[in-house]
């Protein structure tokens, strides 16, 4: 069965350093990949998918197939990337989500 | 510009009560989707409907009833309410297929069953 898994329940980063939101996936099929993410009394909202290849708040996730993996990443983390981020796997017509990660960005 | 609404935001109900979540989207959205967020859980899908008439079972149909009468609404029935359906309930849309695909969501409905 398609799964998604986030090793990590939280993360703490200080402002300015790297973050890394780890997100692994077995699929048999050509996966499809997103990141969400939930701010503080906000609605879950898209943050970027694996097809786009594109870069949102400076935030990045590359597809590595042979690791099964799409991870999360910024080079330089600030105060408001604080939020609740899900991995979530497109299989057919359903979407499934990782358990997802609490990034705490420290001051 | 509404989106996806969801009512009731707030609902407490006793054991074996039943409910309807209601849900509805005015972006002529094939897809519709249940979810349910539990702490540490993350995001379970329960059931999800790719257009009007047709319903599919998620990963955690159990307990709940759904049906797609029309595209723009999509209600979510709990018949006999138990404990462990208290949980937040997300109802998201999406048009599949297109190059900007994403899933709306709504603002959740937070449900406590004691």
């Known amino acids: 069965a398609q799964r998604v898994t986030q090793p990590e329940k939280l993360l703490s980063v200080f402002k300015g350093a790297p973050v890394e939101l780890k997100c692994n996936y077995s699929y048999s099929g050509s996966p499809e990949l997103f990141w969400y993410v939930q701010y503080s009394r906000q609605r879950l909202q898209l943050l970027l998918r694996h097809i786009s290849r594109e870069s949102i708040k400076g935030f990045t996730a590359d597809l590595n197939k042979g690791e099964t993996s799409f991870h999360l990443k910024k080079p330089f983390a600030q105060e408001e990337d604080s939020a609740m981020y899900y991995c979530?796997?497109?299989?057919?017509?359903?979407?499934?989500f990782g358990k997802g990660t609490r990034l705490h960005i420290l001051p | 510009n509404a989106g996806v609404t969801q009512t009731p935001k707030f609902r407490i109900l006793k054991i074996g009560q039943s409910m309807t979540l209601q849900c509805t989207q005015d972006?002529?959205?094939?897809?519709m989707y249940w979810y349910r967020q539990d702490p540490g859980m993350g995001l379970k899908l329960i059931y999800y409907?790719?257009?009007?008439?047709?319903?599919d079972k998620g990963e955690v149909p159990n307990g709940y009833n759904v049906s797609r009468s029309t595209t723009e609404d999509f209600p979510l029935r709990l018949e006999l309410a138990a404990p462990s359906q208290t949980s937040v309930y997300f109802c998201?849309?999406?048009?599949?297929?297109?190059?900007?695909?994403?899933?709306?969501f709504g603002s959740g409905t937070q449900l406590s069953v004691l």
């Open positions: 972006m002529n959205h094939n897809y």
């Open positions: 998201a849309s999406s048009y599949p297929g297109v190059t900007n695909e994403k899933l709306f």
């Open positions: 979530a796997l497109r299989r057919d017509d359903k979407i499934i």
């Open positions: 409907s790719v257009g009007a008439g047709i319903t």
